[in-house]
């Protein structure tokens, strides 16, 4: 298990939505978090295979676009402990098998969880990004 | 702050030391900080074919057929 003690507000785990959204450009808002030389990020291993998945779908270069992930993140693998977290989160929070397994290994570093999908709404330590409508 | 000793290999803390230099940083600490820290240029929409929207962008990138 990660175990990052230090609890600033400058730790973010950053979700595949909250990636995507800064990788084509479509949430201006990842970029202060993503780009501050203040902030110590974090990205679950299991964001690498949906960000790549998608990129190749609806993006492009999805190879060089892990290599910036991996180039500006701390990439946390999956334990046996956080899959057993995760289980409990899952009914905790009525939380899908990926949402949760992604939400807890964010609860395991003690970051601020950033995302763009409203299912982690109203959970502790989230921050739900919104695409600003013209 | 609490503090805890880590052992090194001498060859990573020569590297640390040359680092300290070049980042003008005053401990190995913020040494190590400012490495994990370290960010990439701008990649912000680098990666887009076209301009898509957010709800585009989310449609079909999880599986959420396996709720409690």
Redesign the interface.
């Known amino acids: 298990m990660v175990c990052v003690t230090?609890m600033t507000e400058t730790n973010f785990f950053i979700d595949?939505?909250a990636w995507?959204?800064?990788?084509?450009?479509?949430?201006?808002e990842?970029?202060a978090v993503?780009?501050?030389?203040?902030?110590?990020l974090f990205t679950s291993i299991l964001t690498i295979h949906?960000a790549y998945k998608?990129?190749k779908?609806?993006?492009?270069?999805?190879s060089?676009?892990i290599i910036?992930i991996e180039?500006?993140s701390?990439i946390i693998n999956i334990t046996k402990a956080t899959a057993i977290r995760a289980a409990e989160n899952?009914?905790k929070h009525?939380?899908?098998?990926?949402?949760s397994l992604i939400y807890t290994s964010a609860e395991e570093t003690n970051a601020t969880f950033i995302t763009?999908?409203n299912?982690f709404d109203k959970l502790p330590n989230t921050k739900i990004l919104?695409?600003r409508l013209k | 702050m609490e503090t805890s000793t880590i052992q090194v290999e001498k060859p990573t803390k020569d590297l640390l030391n040359e680092l300290k230099h070049t980042f003008g940083s005053k401990t190995y600490d913020e040494v190590i900080q400012t490495l994990v820290k370290r960010k990439t240029e701008s990649g912000f929409g680098k990666f887009a074919k076209k301009k898509i929207s957010v709800k585009e962008m989310m449609d079909g990138l999880r599986d959420k057929d396996d709720r409690n």
Request: include cysteine.
């Open positions: 230090k595949s939505s995507l959204g800064y990788l084509l450009g479509n949430l201006p990842t970029k993503i780009e501050s030389h203040e902030n110590t949906e998608r990129l779908k609806i993006g492009k270069e999805p060089k676009a910036f180039e500006n701390i899952c009914e009525s939380l899908h098998t990926i949402d763009a999908d299912d919104r695409e």
